[in-house]
């Protein structure tokens, strides 16, 4: 199995999280510092192994199954 990030399949949810990413200047609104770390897609999210959502549950990482040949 590996993961997959995917967007919030909540479209209203996305569409009003991803305004306040945009209007933080590109920065997770969930978290208090920015810093590179803290740029969307946050590097605790993109260094998560377990399935779930980022901080702002903007983003989610699903399981997949990896095909052959892929």
């Known amino acids: 199995m590996t993961l997959k ?3 919030n399949p909540d479209q209203e949810f996305l569409k009003e999280i991803t305004q306040r990413v945009i209007d933080n200047d590109g920065y ?8 590179p770390d803290t740029k ?15 901080h702002c549950k903007r983003f989610m990482k699903i399981e997949t199954e990896e095909q052959k040949g892929e």
Do not use: A, H, S
């Open 5 to 7: 990030i995917v967007p």
């Open 40 to 54: 969307c897609m946050c590097k605790d999210f993109r260094e998560q192994t377990t399935p779930g959502f980022c």
């Open 28 to 35: 997770c609104p969930c978290l208090l510092y920015k810093n």
